[in-house]
């Protein structure tokens, strides 16, 4: 099956007059089949959105290409630019001197819908979104959670294969928040389009992905199916919660475990990696000896947040090794 995105080897450097090269995207290789959600993932400055802006053609690469849906965005890139409706960070898709109604109008027709047709779907979207009595303010007089509302509708106007949505979620209320994320389950499951993300919110992308790439450094360091990444570090560990707290006195063997107490619901919980069920039933038989009532013992599934956490630390300290190599 032909990829709804191919990248291959994208670098991107800027440089500024008096101040060292920075490297903010190196080599960066992946394809995202149709049909898939996919969230880049990373910290602050990791490349995510440098990489998005030059997949949807805002940014010229140093090196490498990208297809979009066989269309390189180079050569064919009309064709290319067809293909994608694009939320970028910051609301900066849309135009503030224009009203809700009037950008909807004018991003459906550049990507050739007219008539009947795209005020219907204009429509739909402002009244999903709570923004149909608004629809003739000006955008710039909205909320910030309100611009980001007018972007995504924007992005969907022209029914495009392949969305890309950077923070799509920032600034939005709890409950606009879940709208979004059931459009973009609704986008991938229900009408077959293919959705990046970047996000910081790893429980959403935990939730909605089918595959997750990590970058750190301008440089991909995971890209697998989730249900892999989770297994990365998947292991027996286990959470034994206790009615009442320790008041200070712990005895020397928990120095081993993670123990938390948590003073509003008078509870105790004491944590740790068990490597097999002997390992389980002596650390309950020591709980004993604390004197407090058991209420659970629960093997707790690691998270994306977790794998995360200890990818970019891990490549954190391969640097430092590689650091301390070259001084050495």
């Known amino acids: 099956m032909l990829p709804a995105i191919e990248v291959k080897t994208l670098s991107k450097t800027y440089r500024k007059r008096n101040r060292p090269p920075v490297k903010a995207v190196d080599g960066v290789s992946l394809s995202v089949q149709p049909g898939q959600i996919f969230a880049f993932l990373g910290p602050n400055g990791a490349g995510k959105t ?3 802006k030059m997949m949807c053609g805002l940014i010229t ?16 890139r009309h064709q290319a630019m067809r293909q994608i409706g694009v939320v970028l960070e ?18 459906g027709r550049i990507k050739g819908f007219s008539g009947r047709r795209l005020k219907e779907r204009a429509e739909q979207f402002l009244r999903e979104l ?14 910030r959670g309100m611009q980001q509302k007018v972007s995504i509708a924007c992005a969907l106007i022209a029914d495009p294969p392949i969305v890309l949505l950077d923070e799509p979620t920032l600034g939005l209320d709890v409950q606009s928040s879940r709208t979004v994320k059931q459009w973009v389950a609704k986008l991938a499951r229900e009408q077959g389009k293919t959705v990046v993300l970047t996000t910081h919110q790893l429980d959403m992308a935990q939730q909605l992905c089918d595959r997750v790439a990590i970058m750190s450094k301008g440089r991909l360091v995971a890209n697998q199916p989730v249900n ?21 006195s712990r005895p020397a063997w928990l120095a081993g475990y993670t123990v938390v107490e948590d003073a ?15 390992a ?22 690691p998270d994306l947040e977790e794998v995360f956490v200890k990818l970019i630390e891990g490549e954190r300290l391969d640097a430092g090794a590689g650091r301390r190599a070259i001084d050495g």
Do not use: K
Request: charged share 30%; aromatic share 10%.
């Open 90 to 107: 910051g609301t900066r898709n849309v135009y503030w001197r224009l009203t809700a109604w009037q950008n909807l109008m004018w991003f």
């Open 280 to 301: 389980l039933q002596d650390l309950l038989s020591r709980v004993r000896e604390l004197d407090l009532p058991l209420i659970s013992a629960a093997r707790v599934e």
């Open 264 to 278: 509003d619901r008078e509870e105790t919980v004491v944590s740790a990696a068990i490597p097999d069920q002997d």
């Open 130 to 143: 709570d923004l149909w009595d608004r629809r003739n303010d000006l955008v710039n007089e909205f909320s």
């Open 50 to 52: 440098t990489t998005i």
């Open 61 to 76: 690469p140093d090196i490498g290409e990208v297809r979009l849906n066989g269309y390189d965005t180079a050569r064919c």
């Open 228 to 248: 892999e990444l989770l297994s990365l570090f998947s292991r027996e560990f286990y959470q034994v919660t206790l009615r009442g707290r320790l008041n200070g």
